[in-house]
C-alpha cells in the first residue's frame, strides 16, 4: 500500500522549499498530467500540490489512481491518454495550461508482451495531448522521453549530451520503445513547426525511488524489491553496465523546472550526474541498506525479458544544470532511503497494484 509517511512529507517539503521559486511560478496554474499514478507522475504531482497548483491527474489505473490521489485536491481521471473522445472532453473541462505526457509502459516486461501498446500510449497519447494543446491554447506540453532514445553508442567512454544519437536496431521487438519515443520527440518538433505548439522534451536517465509501482520490473526496482524484502540480490548478468540514475524527487523537480524554464523545443537530459553507476555498484547499494549480499545468476536471455542490451548510457546533464537545476540525492543515499520507506510501508507485501 502507498501511503505517505512522515518521512516522505518531510523529504517533499525539503525539495519544494528548495525549488520554491519554480514551484511559485506554477502556483495557481492549470497543469494536467498523464501516468499520474506512476512512479514520476505521483511525486511530480505530490511537488506541484506541494506548491499550490491546480491538477488534472490522469490514469489507466483507476485503483492505483485513487489509492494514491484520493482525497486531494486534484481532479482525477480515470483514462486512457490516446483516447481522443476522453481526451477532448477533458482538455474542454480542465482547460489546462501545462500537460505533462508521462504515461507509458516502462517496465520490460510490458515491453515484450504488450509491445503495440508500449508505442501507442507513446505516439497515438502524444498525438492526442497536442492536438488538444492547439485546439484549447495550453501553454507547454513537456514530453517524458527516456535515454534510450539514445540508442548504442559506438565507443565505450560516450557520454550523451543532447546532440546525441546513436544505433537502434528498428527491426526488433525490443526497438519498440525507444522508437516511439524518438518518433514523439519528432511529432512534438512537427506541432511546434506546424501549429507554434511549446514543447520540451524530458530524456530521462533510470529513475528510482519511494513512489515505484511494486509490480515494476525494471533492474533497479528488482534490487530494491528483494532488499526491501530483506532477500540477497540477484543479477541476471556480470551487472558491468555503466547508467545514470536519478532519485525520483530530482527528477519531478527537473521536470518542474522544465516546465517553468526550459527553452522551447528543447531536449534535456534528466538524471544525476553524480549517480553515474556500475548496475552492480547500484545493486551492491542495495544490498548495503538491506544487510544482504549480492549474487550472479548466467544464462538469463535479456532480450527476451524485454531487457535493454545497451551495456553503456552516461548522460551529460549539463544542459539541465545550466537552468539553475542541482540534484539533491545521489544514488546510495536514495536507495536506503526508498528501501526505509518501503519497508516502512510494506509495499512489495501488500500492494499488488
Ligand atoms: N522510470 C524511469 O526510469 C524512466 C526512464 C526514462 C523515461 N521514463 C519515462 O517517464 C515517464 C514516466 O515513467 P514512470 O517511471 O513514472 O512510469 P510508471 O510505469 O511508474 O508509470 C506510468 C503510468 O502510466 C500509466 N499508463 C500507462 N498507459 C497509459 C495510458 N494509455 N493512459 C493513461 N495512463 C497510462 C500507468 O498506469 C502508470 O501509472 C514514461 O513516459 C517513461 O517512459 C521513465
Redesign the pocket.
Known amino acids: 500500500m502507498f501511503e505517505r509517511t512522515e518521512a516522505y512529507w518531510n523529504e517533499l517539503t525539503r525539495y519544494a522549499a528548495f525549488h520554491g521559486e519554480t514551484l511559485d511560478a506554477l502556483r495557481g496554474r492549470r497543469v494536467l498530467i ?9 511525486f511530480l504531482a505530490d511537488l506541484l500540490l506541494a506548491g499550490g497548483s491546480r491538477l488534472c491527474l ?4 483507476e485503483d ?1 489512481l485513487t489509492q494514491r490521489f484520493g482525497g486531494a485536491e486534484a481532479l482525477l481521471a480515470a ?4 483516447d481522443p473522445a476522453r481526451m477532448d472532453e477533458l482538455f474542454d473541462f480542465f482547460r489546462p495550461k501545462y500537460v505533462v ?7 520490460p516486461a510490458d515491453y515484450a508482451k504488450k509491445p503495440v ?1 508500449t508505442m ?3 505516439v497515438l ?1 502524444t498525438a492526442v495531448l497536442l492536438k488538444n494543446c492547439v485546439k484549447y491554447g495550453a501553454d507547454r506540453f513537456l514530453f ?5 532514445a539514445y540508442g548504442q553508442p559506438d565507443s565505450g567512454d560516450c557520454v550523451f549530451d543532447e546532440r546525441f544519437s546513436g544505433y537502434v536496431d528498428c527491426n526488433t521487438l525490443r526497438a519498440g ?1 525507444p522508437s516511439a ?1 524518438r518518433a514523439c520527440e519528432a511529432l512534438c518538433n512537427a506541432y511546434a513547426g506546424q501549429f507554434g505548439v511549446d514543447f520540451v522534451t524530458a530524456r ?5 525511488g519511494p513512489t ?2 511494486p509490480t ?1 520490473a ?1 533492474a533497479p526496482t528488482q534490487f530494491i524489491r528483494d532488499a526491501a524484502l530483506g532477500r540477497d540480490i540477484t543479477l541476471k548478468s556480470a551487472g558491468t553496465q555503466v547508467y545514470s540514475y536519478g532519485y525520483v524527487a530530482d527528477c519531478a523537480a527537473a521536470l518542474a523546472l522544465l516546465l517553468v524554464r526550459g527553452e522551447k523545443g528543447g531536449a534535456y537530459n534528466v538524471a544525476d550526474s553524480g549517480s553515474q553507476e556500475m548496475l552492480r555498484d547500484f545493486a551492491g547499494f542495495c544490498a548495503e541498506a538491506a544487510g544482504t549480499q549480492l549474487a550472479f545468476e548466467t544464462g538469463f536471455d535479456l532480450a527476451a525479458g524485454g531487457y535493454s542490451n545497451i551495456t553503456r548510457a552516461v548522460m551529460d546533464t549539463a544542459k539541465l544544470e545550466a537552468l539553475g537545476f542541482r540534484t539533491l540525492t545521489h544514488a546510495r543515499e536514495g536507495v536506503a532511503n526508498t528501501i526505509r520507506f518501503l519497508r516502512e510501508t510494506h509495499a512489495f507485501e501488500e500492494d499488488k497494484s
Open positions: 498523464t501516468g499520474a499514478a506512476g512512479l514520476i507522475g505521483t490522469v490514469d489507466l489505473d492505483r483514462a486512457d491518454a490516446t505526457h508521462a504515461a507509458s509502459n516502462t517496465s501498446e501507442e500510449t507513446n497519447g517524458c522521453s527516456s535515454v534510450e520503445y519515443k530521462i536517465g533510470r529513475i528510482y515505484v509501482i515494476d525494471k
